[in-house]
């Protein structure tokens, strides 16, 4: 928790922006700032509450979107034999997991056998992807082998994958609103370990906004960014007239996210989203070439989704997508 005379400079600084962005729901991450509430802090995905919040985000529009964009990409990627492996960093509940292994029957029938590799820090959520994965290989026409690895991505190392491919050979890295979870240093010592797998193909799917370390804790840029970015997530997110129920998940998801953001500092800081372009640098440097994105990624994408071309409160930012995606395959090889 901030030291009271940062609270108050940051609650001056918010006011300014709140009032501009129409950001009222931040308002009572702000209250339990001033009064420093302790309780109220409590870990993002640590709680209930928040996976209850996130599995109503994981069916709105903007993760449908983000599913189906992986989708088309992987309609565009030269198909694998007869077996998939895939690693997926931050599987949650296995949603995005198990929507891959339902298209592939429809899309690549010679894959007979998938291996799925699910990375996930909180135990609670790799209990609930277990859960799926097993009901998954009771229901798939696939024969269908997973493994859990219970740690953060940034802890990996080369080793901690390799020994897990039963085929000797990776397809894909997926992470899905997931990588963003890490300071600079650990992002670039994730990627260059990613790297080292030598995945055919690499698929990012994130939050193009910047609460990244290289803004300084409580900064008004930050502030500025936080509020602009969740109050036009939430908006986006609720275009679709949700009951009142998801409606009040779909809050919780943003202002957990943002009050992260905004209060915590330390170890208890885990939102670290970064702009796709520094995302694309990141990745050259660790080895990766970037694949040109092609009209086809964005097929079947909800037409509400121009919604995301948002304009930002910082008119450097301008006009830009809230969401990204982004595919890489690890330079020097072919997809
Ligand atoms: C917004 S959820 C997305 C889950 C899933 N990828 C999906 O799209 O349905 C973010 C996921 O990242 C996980 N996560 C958080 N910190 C992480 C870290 N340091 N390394 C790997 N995963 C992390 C969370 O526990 C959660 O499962």
């Given at each position: 928790?901030?030291?009271?005379?940062?609270?108050?400079?940051?609650?001056?600084?918010?006011?300014?922006?709140?009032?501009?962005?129409?950001?009222?729901?931040?308002?009572?991450?702000?209250?339990?700032?001033?009064?420093?509430?302790?309780?109220?802090?409590?870990?993002?995905?640590?709680?209930?509450?928040?996976?209850?919040?996130?599995?109503?985000?994981?069916?709105?529009?903007?993760?449908?979107?983000?599913?189906?964009?992986?989708?088309?990409?992987?309609?565009?990627?030269?198909?694998?034999?007869?077996?998939?492996?895939?690693?997926?960093l931050g599987?949650?509940?296995?949603?995005?997991?198990?929507?891959?292994?339902?298209?592939?029957?429809?899309?690549?029938?010679?894959?007979?056998?998938?291996?799925?590799?699910?990375v996930?820090p909180?135990?609670?959520?790799?209990?609930?992807?277990?859960?799926?994965?097993?009901?998954?290989?009771?229901?798939?026409?696939?024969?269908?082998?997973?493994?859990?690895?219970?740690?953060y991505a940034q802890k990996l190392?080369?080793?901690?994958?390799?020994?897990?491919?039963?085929?000797?050979?990776?397809?894909?890295v997926?992470a899905?609103a997931s990588i963003h979870h890490m300071r600079q240093g650990e992002k670039w010592h994730l990627l260059r370990v990613m790297r080292s797998?030598?995945?055919?193909?690499f698929?990012m799917?994130d939050a193009d906004s910047d609460h990244e370390s290289t803004l300084?804790?409580?900064?008004?840029?930050?502030?500025?960014?936080?509020?602009?970015?969740?109050?036009?997530?939430?908006?986006?997110?609720?275009?679709?007239?949700?009951?009142?129920?998801?409606?009040?998940?779909?809050?919780?998801?943003?202002?957990?996210?943002?009050?992260?953001?905004?209060?915590?500092?330390?170890?208890?800081r885990i939102e670290f989203h970064t702009t796709a372009d520094r995302w694309k640098d990141y990745l050259l440097e660790a080895g990766f070439?970037?694949?040109?994105?092609?009209?086809?990624?964005?097929?079947?994408?909800?037409?509400?989704?121009?919604?995301?071309?948002?304009?930002?409160?910082?008119?450097?930012?301008?006009?830009?997508?809230?969401?990204f995606?982004l595919?890489a395959?690890?330079?020097?090889?072919?997809?």
């Amino acid at each position: 928790m901030l030291h009271l005379d940062q609270r108050s400079e940051a609650l001056t600084a918010f006011r300014r922006v709140a009032a501009k962005a129409d950001a009222h729901f931040l308002a009572p991450a702000f209250c339990d700032f001033l009064t420093g509430d302790e309780q109220a802090a409590t870990a993002m995905y640590g709680g209930r509450a928040f996976t209850q919040y996130f599995r109503a985000a994981s069916e709105s529009i903007v993760f449908r979107n983000m599913y189906q964009a992986v989708d088309n990409i992987l309609r565009t990627f030269p198909p694998p034999d007869d077996t998939f492996t895939v690693v997926d960093l931050g599987i949650g509940t296995a949603r995005q997991v198990q929507r891959i292994v339902e298209w592939i029957p429809h899309h690549w029938p010679q894959v007979r056998r998938v291996h799925i590799i699910g990375v996930e820090p909180y135990d609670h959520l790799a209990t609930i992807a277990q859960t799926q994965l097993e009901t998954l290989t009771q229901v798939t026409t696939l024969h269908v082998t997973y493994t859990l690895v219970r740690e953060y991505a940034q802890k990996l190392d080369t080793a901690a994958i390799v020994r897990q491919l039963p085929f000797g050979r990776l397809d894909l890295v997926n992470a899905c609103a997931s990588i963003h979870h890490m300071r600079q240093g650990e992002k670039w010592h994730l990627l260059r370990v990613m790297r080292s797998w030598a995945p055919r193909l690499f698929l990012m799917s994130d939050a193009d906004s910047d609460h990244e370390s290289t803004l300084p804790d409580l900064s008004l840029e930050l502030i500025a960014n936080v509020t602009s970015f969740y109050t036009h997530l939430l908006a986006l997110i609720c275009s679709n007239n949700p009951d009142d129920e998801t409606a009040a998940c779909y809050r919780g998801f943003c202002f957990y996210d943002a009050r992260n953001i905004l209060m915590e500092t330390g170890e208890r800081r885990i939102e670290f989203h970064t702009t796709a372009d520094r995302w694309k640098d990141y990745l050259l440097e660790a080895g990766f070439a970037m694949l040109p994105p092609q009209a086809e990624w964005l097929a079947d994408i909800d037409p509400s989704m121009s919604q995301l071309h948002a304009d930002r409160l910082i008119p450097a930012q301008g006009k830009r997508s809230l969401i990204f995606q982004l595919a890489a395959t690890p330079s020097g090889g072919s997809v």
